[in-house]
């Protein structure tokens, strides 16, 4: 009778999180940058029709990188974790910091107890008002949560992008100049440049009224380029 195959804990977890991390880094990355108004987030994106970035409730924006069907089913959970608390409770009850904690325990879960991993990660994203402190959750794929200030890259090269970042941000800075400083980052490690038409653009901008969410169309996308140029 053949002895059946053994694989140790240690070596099969190295082995998951080995292969999501190489899945994720074949995707385009993700960059979210603070700015004077709210939150920026700009993803490399030619498609008009598959969101890599979306609205998830009044204050919050979520964002994915990896397989779209993994984190597109993530972002479906997390509309409707979102829309029961608001409904049971109240819509203030509904923070960042709970979906991020759900994503955490779902993504945790997948990855300890299922053969194959998530292939993702997520960014849940909250637009503070009356003078306190937005936040951002970086979610990877074993479940592990990274609170990050200021700014925050996921997918592709994101460890280049962020010592880009680190060198080239400041606070404070007005939509078009922080959109210019994350379209430079995205196209650090690349030799080729990216117009309107290559990125997916969205922002939470505290000015609105009640949904902070909203989307840059492309001819918008242009003139913000132009200017920071």
Do not use: C, W
Request: glycine content about 8%; overall charge neutral; cysteine-free.
């Amino acid at each position: 009778m053949p002895l059946p195959y053994y694989v140790s804990p240690e070596q099969m977890m190295k082995d998951k999180a080995e292969y999501a991390r190489k899945g994720i880094a074949r995707g385009r990355s993700i960059v979210t940058l603070e700015y004077a108004d709210g939150i920026l987030l700009v993803a490399e994106n030619p498609s008009t029709l598959l969101h890599k970035i979306s609205e998830i409730y009044d204050r919050i924006a979520f964002a994915g990188v990896g397989k779209y069907n993994e984190f597109e089913n993530l972002r479906i959970a997390g509309i409707r974790h979102a829309d029961v608390k608001g409904y049971s409770y109240s819509r203030g009850d509904v923070t960042a910091k709970a979906l991020a904690n759900a994503y955490s325990q779902a993504l945790g879960n997948i990855f300890t107890q299922d053969i194959k991993p998530f292939e993702v990660e997520v960014l849940v994203a909250e637009v503070a008002e009356n003078g306190s402190r937005n936040e951002i959750y970086h979610i990877l794929y074993d479940g592990t949560i990274e609170d990050e200030h200021n700014y925050a890259a996921m997918g592709g090269q994101a460890d280049e992008i962020r010592r880009f970042l680190k060198d080239h941000y400041h606070e404070g800075q007005a939509l078009g100049e922080a959109l210019g400083l994350g379209v430079r980052a995205l196209t650090v490690t690349q030799n080729k440049t990216l117009s309107e038409r290559d990125l997916e653009v969205a922002v939470l901008d505290r000015t609105k009224v009640r949904r902070k969410f909203r989307r840059i169309p492309t001819e918008a996308l242009g003139q913000l380029l132009g200017a920071a140029r």
